[in-house]
């Protein structure tokens, strides 16, 4: 149930980021629930295998090369999903960025099980 909630919050806050952030495009709430789907499993099996690749990389930057994973991440996302779009790497950065800020927020007003 828990994971469930954190699908739609993570779509209401990719809804709420492509209202404000320009260069980022939704096309509805159903788009964003699938966002929130494939990002979910982009991170499960995609991400552990990029953070393994990039591990020297990742430590040389004392974890902040993990912002640019997470910015594949979603334009890899932008490249599966018709209906969402991200207009390059920069703005791809500064979404995962503000995403996980808004995911932190709200996964704490969930609170642990």
Do not use: C, E
């Amino acid at each position: 149930m828990k994971f469930i909630l954190r699908i739609l919050l993570t779509a209401v806050a990719v809804i709420l980021l492509s209202q404000f952030l320009p260069g980022v495009s939704v096309a509805g709430y159903g788009t964003a629930i699938i966002v929130a789907i494939v990002l979910a499993l982009l991170n499960l099996i995609v991400k552990p295998i990029l953070v393994l690749f990039t591990l020297p990389v990742t430590i040389i930057t004392l974890g902040l090369f993990l912002l640019v994973i997470n910015a594949v991440i979603i334009l890899l996302a932008d490249g599966f999903i018709t209906g969402f779009a991200v207009d390059g790497f920069w703005v791809a950065l500064i979404f995962s960025l503000l995403l996980s800020l808004f995911q932190s927020v709200l996964y704490s007003l969930l609170g642990s099980d």
